[in-house]
């Protein structure tokens, strides 16, 4: 079992590809601000046809419907597949296969917009996103679409360089995972951190006095030495 | 293969793809693609890879990712290639038409195969629509008094305002012109469909009970306005858009019925399979409601309140609207109902 929150979606060629579905409170935060964004618009709108008796009143209840129900589909299905509240938070709308997001989801997800917002203040759709591990509303059950961002987190970068040195005893291959993880988040985390964590793989780490060219003069702390390790299981040039 | 030979192996093919991709979202021609020779890094005179080659190299991309995450190369490694993976997937399988000839299929064919499929919910919507408007019309015309157990006074006269004596030539409204009443009938109708269509996810009940409130409402007035003498100003108003208005609302409950249909009575499926599978099958009857309720709000909003026009004028328009209606809903497409099995 993984604490992450990243689901699996499977594509036609056998791989699968991470998501990471969005929670509620980025997703609250998104809804907050293209409410903010429609306020602002429509504000504008009446108070440049608000001099318009009839027609501008008219074009006004227009505008009001467009921003209402027709703002989130058509951004939606626009090339980055987000409203703008969504796009300043890095959230994305996709279908859960990870494809783009279709015209007839799109415009099903927002129309039941409605039964998420019952009884009162999108309670439905909070309680749905709390459930499920995927974060879905309902009505994101029902057009099998997923909120999620857009960029995913690297933890791990390029290892370090170091001269190869190799391990006292043979590995096994959970044992390379580890190293090489753990070498990967060597720059994010501090010198004295990545001792204290190498220290737990002293057994399988070339002693401390040990150098490729012979025997070192000071002993060579955990860290360094498993770096070297690293190095040596990614092999030569 | 240590990490280090499989990606300088690779590389190459990676970054002629992660060139590839750019250059389609920027929207560049490509080039002719040319393969590499072994062992030769794309430059930036390296033609860009085209739309074919791209999908090649997609899939050997796919390959060396499902290789490296087997080998559990190195994180960064397998990053690479996801995001990769990831970015050229979204790529390939995007839409690639405007969709224009699928809405002329939307509007010739699924719409109306649609809406014939849920024949049975359109019957017991309707039903639902159609018992309480009779039956409280009926009570309505008996005792006008029953009007008030429905509404309150202050609309009756509200009502009265819209439709009476007094209502002047412009009919089922008390201020406001043309124009602004076209919004506000977009506004509010659009509204109320599309919150029955989705109140029917609550096991269907919602739909019944909007659509049955509404009936009632509609009953109530009209039975009123009929036994005050003025059925023919109400009637001739009500009669033309009502052949987009109504079946709109009708259309909104049985797809939303059809909704709850699928949570209640999944068949063979899971409950959300089931909704999943309702909601595609339904979307072409949102869709119709929609342009149903635009074409109501127009004339609503520019025919029906024209007081000018001879009540007779209009229900021969009103009859051709609902003759037009109900052929297009019930023949439109036949013959060219899609394969069942999609």
């Known amino acids: ?237 | 293969m240590t990490p280090r030979q499989f990606e300088a192996r690779y590389e190459a093919c990676w970054i002629e793809l992660e060139r590839g991709l750019d250059a389609l979202d920027k929207g560049r021609r490509a080039g002719k693609a040319r393969k590499l020779k072994a062992g030769e890094f794309p430059t930036g005179a390296t033609p860009v890879a085209g739309g074919a080659h791209v999908a090649q190299l997609y899939r050997q991309c796919c390959e060396h990712l499902a290789l490296a995450r087997e080998r559990a190369y190195p994180v960064h490694l397998v990053a690479r290639l996801e995001t990769l993976a990831a970015r050229a997937h979204q790529r390939i399988y995007r839409r690639h038409d405007f969709g224009l000839a699928a809405l002329r299929d939307l509007v010739l064919y699924r719409a109306p195969a649609a809406v014939r499929a849920l024949r049975w919910h359109l019957l017991v919507v309707a039903l639902v629509f159609v018992l309480p408007i009779v039956v409280v019309g009926v009570a309505t015309w008996v005792d006008p008094h029953f009007v008030l157990t429905m509404v309150d006074a202050r609309q009756v006269r509200m009502f009265d305002g819209m439709y009476g004596q007094e209502a002047g030539e412009h009919l089922g409204r008390t201020s406001g012109d043309d124009w602004q009443m076209f919004g506000f009938y977009i506004m509010h109708n659009v509204g109320i469909s599309f919150q029955c269509f989705a109140a029917g996810l609550m096991l269907g009940i919602g739909s019944l009970v909007m659509v049955g409130y509404n009936g009632l409402i509609f009953g109530a007035i009209a039975g009123f306005l009929v036994t005050r003498g003025d059925g023919e100003r109400f009637f001739s108003f009500v009669c033309t858009h009502g052949a987009f208005e109504l079946t709109a609302i009708v259309l909104s409950g049985a797809a939303g019925l059809k909704l709850g249909h699928a949570v209640l009575a999944p068949g063979r499926l899971t409950r959300t399979q089931a909704l999943m599978q309702a909601a595609r099958e339904t979307s072409p009857v949102v869709a119709c409601f929609f342009v149903f309720l635009i074409i109501a709000a127009a004339i609503e909003a520019f025919w029906s309140s024209a007081g000018w026009i001879a009540p007779g004028v209009k229900y021969g328009m009103a009859a051709c609207c609902w003759t037009l209606v109900f052929a297009y809903l019930g023949l439109q497409g036949r013959g060219h109902e899609p394969a069942r099995a999609r």
């Open chain 1, 1 to 237: 079992m993984t604490l992450d929150t990243t689901i699996l979606a499977e594509t036609p060629e056998g791989i699968g590809i991470q998501l990471r579905p969005a929670g509620a409170v980025p997703r609250a935060l998104a809804y907050a601000m293209d409410w903010f964004i429609r306020f602002i618009t429509f504000s504008v709108a009446a108070a440049v046809l608000g001099g318009v008796k009839g027609m501008g009143v008219g074009i006004m209840l227009i505008i009001y419907f467009g921003l209402e129900w027709v703002y989130p589909m058509v951004f939606e299905l626009l090339p980055g597949a987000a409203t703008p509240g969504k796009r300043v938070l890095g959230l994305q709308v996709m279908m859960d296969t990870g494809l783009p997001v279709t015209p007839s989801a799109a415009v099903a997800r927002n129309l039941l917009r409605v039964a998420d917002f019952m009884p009162l203040a999108y309670a439905f759709g909070l309680i749905a996103m709390l459930l499920r591990s995927d974060f879905k509303r309902l009505g994101d059950i029902v057009a099998g679409t997923l909120v999620v961002h857009a960029e995913q987190v690297r933890l791990a970068g390029k290892l370090p360089e170091a001269e190869p040195l190799a391990p006292r005893v043979p590995l096994t291959r959970a044992q390379q995972v580890a190293i090489l993880r753990l070498a990967g988040r060597a720059r994010r985390l501090t010198t004295e951190r990545v001792d204290e964590l190498a220290a737990l793989a002293e057994d399988v780490l070339p002693p401390p006095d040990y150098a490729p060219g012979g025997a070192s003069p000071a002993p060579i702390r955990p860290g360094p030495r498993l770096l070297a390790v690293a190095q040596w299981l990614m092999g030569q040039h």
